[in-house]
């Protein structure tokens, strides 16, 4: 456990700029920042973060918090993760105790998963230094490929045992579970027993954004390697890894992506690893499979420029072709460089100097639009095939999502390749119908299959009831839409209450009021709201409000007590977001959206949405009596429920009497 002053200390130093950064490109706005959210699929900028208030929101998928808040969501760990995290950012020493055997069993899988990768990355590193045949082996096939002690630890590069149980022995000693293990993909089992995946191989840690080692690749040594079909193998999918949402070096490229502003995409681990040799840090790998609209999104966080940098063969232009299209469908900048024939990254950075290969790329690279112009249409005389490489080129242009760069484009193909622009245009024009036209088709399947399980899940009758008892299938009446509307108002209310809560809840609105009992005593606004709902054992419908105002009196007696801070700040990643939410004014972190009026002294405001969410409940208390008068099956009980719906309804005109043309909706 940390204490509660490490963890003060924690969230004192904790900026929420600063981390956010980590993982997405920051563009000042004013006194706030701005850049494309990491939780939904965003092209426009929707992701605010506000120095000021330390706290981040996005305006579409709601999603944001505090730097703790944020971490926990985008890296899906628990509020202690999330506070070693930035301990470990900020160099504040957290003292904890020992695990126990019973507490590490008690931790969560994915916890456990992470734990489990983050040691075998550290024994196999520490075997490529100390062990005989690392040193002998691994640490040698390293050094033949160049690669320096420093980039070595950089990348955490190790080395696997030719001793096919060596990891799972080593790790039963340590007291971790074979459970685990396997579902890592460290060992495999099968009816002869347990054995290691990497045995024998130079291994190759896969570090997610935020540095947590994920998977590991491992290759056979050169010595090893003929006659062997796979040179690589691979962590299989598990509960922390999937591979086509992983970019290999994206940990160690991102600082450098964000200040050049530029990606730039090779194929494999060792590619990266010598551009890096090579001074150029900005590149990361799809080690060899299909590139995937999350990795781009991925990538898209840090720079919408990228240049693909792949072999000059033909399976290197292949790729290229394969990548481009989706790039450019998520509004990436692309370019291509080709290397000569024969060279990959590796051979070619280790053969030039930084220099060099700086120059190289900045005389070969070029858009890519224009290289598959030149690639596919330039030279070709043959018009079938010369009219299917032009319509190529325009499918490609047509998944650009700028308009204005789709007609830049299109003017200078048709310049190109002697074409009338409009005929270019109208052929752009069916690619984007045609896809949109299939988006269209996508959005109705999704809503019939999301229709089918909302009627899957209603409840259906037992068989036993009467016909008469069974539920018709009838439009709903106005009544009941009536009631609905009155339910989203009261909720409504309750959220613009829990907001004073957040924003105000320590704060004084009633001062030295004398009780019934002779006692002198002050309300803040929680302490206000907790007493007069209480008065008629009135509560709010959300579990999570109730929890907040419970919280936010018991917390009001503590001297420095500020209700935004801790609320925002709650190791419940819900409360944190609702709070985060409640606490942003709209108009401070975004123009384009709209202003929440805020009128009055915050007592007054406080008591007339205290009286609304009175009349509110009235109101609905009114339709279930009027509901209850229609089903009432004796005289009895009707004239009973008219009279408690006229005493319900002298108090409901009271209350909108008295908040006349200021009622709060």
């Known amino acids: 456990m940390i204490d509660r002053q490490t963890v003060d200390k924690i969230i004192d130093a904790a900026q929420i700029v600063d981390v956010v950064g980590e993982f997405v490109t920051l563009r000042k706005t004013g006194v706030n920042y701005k850049g494309l959210c990491p939780f ?14 330390n706290i981040c929101h996005c305006f579409v ?49 994915r916890e456990s998963l992470f734990i489990v990768n983050e040691w075998a990355c550290s024994w196999f590193h520490n075997t490529l230094k100390n062990d005989p045949d690392g040193v002998a082996m691994g640490k040698q096939y390293f050094r033949s490929r160049g690669i320096r002690d420093d980039i070595i630890e950089k990348f955490q590069l190790g080395y696997a045992p030719q001793n096919r149980t060596a990891l799972y022995q080593e790790a039963m000693a340590k007291g971790y579970q074979k459970e685990y293990l396997v579902k890592t993909g460290l060992c495999m089992e099968n009816e002869r027993g347990v054995y290691d995946r990497f045995s024998g191989r130079a291994m190759f840690p896969w570090l997610n954004v935020s540095g947590k080692v994920v998977a590991f690749g491992g290759r056979v040594l050169d010595s090893r390697t003929k006659g062997v079909d796979q040179k690589y193998v691979n962590s299989p999918d598990s509960d922390i890894y999937h591979k086509e949402r992983e970019l290999y070096g994206i940990y160690q ?45 991925l990538l898209h966080r840090f720079t919408e420029n990228i ?59 070029q858009d890519f639009i224009t290289y598959k112009t030149q690639l596919m249409v330039e030279g070709v005389s043959d018009p079938i095939k010369r009219s299917g490489a032009i319509d190529g080129v325009v499918k490609s242009i047509s998944v650009i ?24 245009i109208n052929s752009m024009n069916g690619y984007i119908s045609s896809d949109l036209e299939e988006k269209r088709k996508v959005r109705e399947r999704e809503q019939q299959r999301a229709q089918a399980g909302a009627q899957g899940e209603q409840q259906q009758p037992t068989g036993n009831e009467s016909p008469e008892e069974r539920p018709a299938a009838a439009a709903p009446t106005a009544d009941f839409i009536g009631l609905h509307t009155a339910q989203e108002q009261a909720s409504e209310v309750e959220m613009l209450l829990v907001r004073e809560i957040i924003r105000h809840g320590e704060e004084i609105i009633y001062d030295s009021i004398e009780m019934e009992n002779g006692q002198t005593i002050s309300f803040n606004v929680a302490q206000y709201l907790d007493y007069d709902l209480g008065q008629d054992g009135i509560s709010f419908s959300q579990p999570a409000y109730n929890q907040i105002l419970a919280e936010a009196v018991a917390h009001s007696g503590e001297e420095g007590f500020k209700a935004e801070t801790y609320f925002t700040n709650h190791p419940d990643i819900a409360i944190s977001q609702l709070a985060t939410r409640l606490a942003i004014d709209r108009h401070q972190l975004g123009g384009r959206f709209a202003v929440q009026p805020r009128e009055g002294s915050l007592c007054q405001r406080v008591v007339h949405l205290v009286m609304d969410f009175r009349r509110n409940l009235l109101d609905q208390q009114l339709r279930g009596i009027q509901t209850a008068m229609r089903q009432a099956g004796d005289h009895e009980r009707v004239m009973q429920l008219m009279q408690e719906f006229k005493e319900v309804k002298e108090l409901r005109d009271m209350l909108a009497r008295r908040l006349g043309c200021d009622i709060v909706s």
């Open 307 to 365: 240049t693909l940098l792949y072999d000059g063969d033909k399976a290197g232009i292949n790729a290229t072709m394969r990548s481009a299209d989706m790039l450019l469908s998520e509004g990436m900048k692309v370019r291509m460089l080709l290397l000569p024939d024969g060279d990959d990254p590796d051979s070619f950075a280790r053969r030039h100097s930084t220099q060099e290969l700086k120059q190289y790329i900045e005389a070969h690279q």
């Open 61 to 109: 998928c709601g999603k944001g918090g505090t730097p703790a808040g944020f971490l926990m969501e985008h890296e899906q760990i628990t509020y202690p993760e999330a506070l070693r995290w930035l301990a470990r950012k900020y160099n504040i020493e957290v003292a904890e105790k020992e695990l126990t055997d019973e507490e590490r069993r008690e931790q969560g899988e």
């Open 40 to 53: 939904h699929d965003d092209s426009n900028p929707s992701f605010m973060v506000s120095p000021t208030k």
């Open 253 to 297: 490229a991102k600082k450098a992506i964000v200040k050049e502003d530029c990606v730039f995409m090779v194929e494999g681990y060792t590619d990266v690893i010598a551009m890096h040799m090579a001074g150029i840090e900005n590149v990361v790998a799809n080690s060899g499979t299909a590139l995937s609209f999350s990795q781009v999104r």
């Open 401 to 424: 999502p700028n308009p204005i760069l789709r007609s830049t484009y299109i003017s200078e193909l048709a310049s190109r390749v002697g074409l009338r622009e409009q005929l270019l």
